[in-house]
C-alpha cells in the first residue's frame, strides 16, 4: 500500500510553476531518489511534501497510516546551522518535539528513542559534545538521528552527503540502506549523484525536461535512464 501518492502536482513559487502535473507513489519499505539538474524543483517537492509549501495544482495523499508528525525529515543545512550552539544529546532530542505536543519537557520514552537513535548512527559517545564542533559528517549522522525521533516510517533526505569526502559518504550511504532493509523505514532522498541513486534505491524519480519514476531496472532500461548512466558515464553528477 502507498504510504505517499502525489497527483498532478504543479510546483513553484512566487506566481512562477517550475514542474507540471507530476504523479508517483511511494510504497512502504521504497527506497525512491531523486534526481534532475538544479531547478529542476526537487527541494521544492520534498518541501510540498512536507506540508511546508502548498502545490500550484494537485494532491499530496498520505495512506497506511501515515501522519505528517511521522516523517523524519533532514534539510540540507546552512552555515548558520552548522555553527549551532547545543550538545548533540539536545538536538537529537529535538526531533522529539512532534510528539511532546503541548508538554514542555521530554519523557522517559522520548529520551529513549533519542538514546537508540545515536546508538544506530554510532554516535552515543558524543552526545555531550558540542554540535558546532563536530566534523561534517558527524553532524549529518547527528541530524539523522534527530530526523528518527521523530519517524519509524518514512524519512525524507535532502542530499544527505553534499559536501562530504568519499568516505564518509559510504559510510552515510551504508547506515541510510541498514535503515531501509533492517529498519523497514521508507526512503525518499534527493541526490545529484546518479551513479549512487541507481547503486542504492529501488526507485528513480528523474525530473527534467522529461519526467521518469519508476523501479532501477525500469530506469536503466529507460530513453533518459541510458542517456544519464551509458552516455553520461555512470558517475555522471549534476553540479550543486
Same mark, same amino acid.
Given at each position: 500500500m502507498a504510504l505517499l501518492t502525489c497527483q498532478n502536482l504543479s510546483l513553484g513559487y512566487d506566481a512562477k510553476v517550475i514542474l507540471h502535473d507530476l504523479s508517483f507513489s511511494v510504497g512502504s519499505g521504497d527506497?525512491?531518489?531523486?534526481?534532475?539538474?538544479? +531547478?529542476? @524543483?526537487?527541494?521544492?517537492?520534498?518541501?510540498?511534501? $512536507?506540508?511546508? &509549501?502548498?502545490? #500550484?495544482?494537485?494532491?499530496?495523499? /498520505? +495512506?497506511? @497510516?501515515?501522519?505528517?508528525?511521522?516523517?523524519?525529515? $533532514?534539510?540540507? &543545512?546552512?552555515? #548558520?546551522?552548522?555553527?549551532?550552539? /547545543?550538545s548533540v544529546k539536545e538536538i537529537v532530542l529535538s526531533g522529539c518535539q512532534g510528539r511532546c505536543g503541548i508538554r514542555p519537557f521530554y519523557s522517559k520514552t522520548?529520551?529513549?528513542?533519542?538514546?537508540?537513535?545515536?546508538?544506530?548512527?554510532?554516535?552515543?559517545?558524543?552526545?555531550?559534545?558540542?554540535?558546532?564542533?563536530?566534523?561534517g559528517g558527524q553532524q549529518q549522522r547527528v541530524l539523522l538521528a534527530r530526523a528518527l525521533c521523530a519517524t519509524r516510517k518514512m524519512l525524507l533526505l535532502d542530499e544527505p552527503v553534499s559536501g562530504l569526502d568519499p568516505k564518509v559518504t559510504g559510510e552515510m550511504y551504508r547506515l541510510i540502506g541498514e535503515l531501509n532493509s533492517r529498519d523497514g523505514i521508507t526512503i525518499v532522498m534527493i541526490s545529484h549523484d546518479i551513479a549512487a541513486a541507481v547503486k542504492y534505491a529501488s526507485h528513480i524519480l528523474h525530473i527534467g525536461s522529461e519526467v521518469f519514476f519508476g523501479t532501477k531496472q525500469e530506469y536503466l532500461k529507460s530513453k533518459t535512464g541510458r542517456l544519464f548512466t551509458e552516455e553520461g558515464g555512470a558517475g555522471h553528477e549534476y553540479g550543486n
Open positions: 527506497y525512491l531518489c531523486i534526481v534532475g539538474e538544479n +531547478g529542476s @524543483g526537487k527541494s521544492t517537492l520534498m518541501r510540498t511534501v $512536507l506540508g511546508l &509549501q502548498p502545490p #500550484v495544482h494537485g494532491n499530496v495523499l /498520505a +495512506g497506511d @497510516g501515515l501522519k505528517p508528525n511521522e516523517i523524519g525529515y $533532514l534539510p540540507q &543545512q546552512t552555515v #548558520v546551522q552548522k555553527d549551532f550552539p /547545543a522520548e529520551k529513549k528513542l533519542a538514546a537508540e537513535a545515536m546508538d544506530k548512527m554510532g554516535i552515543p559517545h558524543l552526545a555531550s559534545r558540542c554540535y558546532r564542533e563536530l566534523s
